[in-house]
Each structure stands twice: as C-alpha cells, then as structure tokens.
T-cell receptor
Framework: RKEVEQDPGPFNVPEGATVAFNCTYS??????FFWYRQDCRKEPKLLMS???SGNEDGRFTAQLNRASQYISLLIRDSKLSDSATYLC????????????FGSGTRLQVQP | GAGVSQSPSNKVTEKGKDVELRCDPI?????LYWYRQSLGQGLEFLIY????????KSGLPSDRFSAERTGGSVSTLTIQRTQQEDSAVYLC?????????????FGSGTRLTVV
C-alpha cells in the first residue's frame, strides 16, 4: 500500500461546479498535511496547509480526519484557472524522509 | 533571493557524462529536499537534509547519485555516468524545518535530458 494515495482522475467539471478530492495516508504518526497544486510542466506550489479543525481559504476548504486517516480538498465555484494537478502531502516530524507526496489528482475545469 | 533557486534550468548531456545540479534554498530554511519527476509521473523522493543532521539518502536510486549541502545552505546533486533513464525534472524544495506549517517552497527545477 502506498503511503499516500489519491485518485488520479481526471476530474472533468464545468465552470462553477463544486468538486472534492480525497487523499488517504497510511502512517498514523503523520504530523503535517498540505495540499499543493502543480500546473503542467511547472513546480508544485503550496495551496494550503490542512489543520485538524479544518480551514478555508476563499473557495477552497481543507479537512483532516485523523481517525480515518484522510484529508480532503473542496473547491467551490470552479474556475478555468483551477485546472491543475492537486497533490496531497503528508509529513512526519521525525526527521526521516519527512515529506511524502501523493501522485496527484488531475482537475480539468471546462467552459 | 526570495525563492528557491535552481540551476541550470535545462541541461542536455550525453550518456555517460557526469552532471551537477545546484539548489539555493530560501535563506534560513534548514530543511532541503531533492525530488525528481519524470514526464507525467509523481514526485520521487531522492534525498533530504535537515540542519546539521546526517542526510536521509534512502531515495537515491543508485550509487551514481550523490548530494551534499555545504554550510547548511547550497546543495548540489551529482549524477555520475548519466543514463537515459535519468532524464527527468529534478526539483529542490526547502522549508523552515521539516513539517513546518508554512509548507515547502519548490524551485522551478532542472530539466535534465540524457541523449
């Protein structure tokens, strides 16, 4: 089983739609959680950190469920510019190989 | 600079030659990672540096790969006797510390092509 698993997609949604991605992780000692976005042939960029209480940044909402070991990302009112690959990132603060990426979920927002 | 700087941005090399890739992390960031990404694939962990601790080299695919980080700042990734399967984008990321809530900042990568 992979340490971090994501549905690769693609998710094809119309503009204005709400879309949600999930990510599961296998290591219960995981400490920090992030969502990154990666545009085609570009480096990953931090979208948002994920906190236990859940957090929101504009149209984006991230949730963490430690008991079930998954995190989610909800995008409301999708824009064409949201088209990208969304990477789930999990870390352990033990100092050993602390940053683990999921393979990403591809989102295509269509006009 | 304000971001993570990587050089060169593109490198074409002949099979069998050695290459050296450079990463300048954000000033003050103690954690530094090297990843590589082949076309259409996910990020593959290579090596991780945290402060003055011994690096975690568990992701290096073979002994042709090595990396060092001098003075806790600049890092170089060296690939000896390059092979065609080494062709990928090599990404460097840095963070204030491992797992820091501010996340990890990536450089724009070095696109390596072995011909």
């Amino acid at each position: 089983r992979k340490e971090v698993e994501q549905d690769p997609g693609p998710f094809n949604v119309p503009e204005g739609a709400t879309v949600a991605f999930n990510c599961t992780y296998s290591n219960s000692a995981s400490q920090s959680f992030f969502w990154y976005r990666q545009d085609c042939r570009k480096e990953p960029k931090l979208l948002m950190s994920v906190y236990s209480s859940g957090n929101e940044d504009g149209r984006f909402t991230a949730q963490l469920n430690r008991a079930s070991q998954y995190i989610s990302l909800l995008i409301r009112d999708s824009k064409l510019s949201d088209s990208a690959t969304y990477l789930c990132v999990v870390t352990q603060d033990t100092g050993r190989r602390a940053l683990t990426f999921g393979s990403g979920t591809r989102l295509q927002v269509q006009p | 600079g304000a971001g993570v700087s990587q050089s060169p941005s593109n490198k074409v090399t002949e099979k069998g030659k050695d290459v050296e890739l450079r990463c300048d992390p954000i000033s003050g960031h103690t954690a530094l990672y090297w990843y590589r990404q082949s076309l259409g694939q996910g990020l593959e962990f290579l090596i991780y540096f945290q402060g003055n601790s011994a690096p975690d080299k568990s992701g290096l695919p073979s002994d042709r790969f090595s990396a060092e980080r001098t003075g806790g700042s600049v890092s170089t990734l060296t690939i000896q006797r390059t092979q065609q399967e080494d062709s990928a984008v090599y990404l460097c990321a840095s963070s204030l510390s491992a797992g820091h809530s501010s996340g990890y900042t990536f450089g724009s990568g070095t696109r390596l092509t072995v011909v």
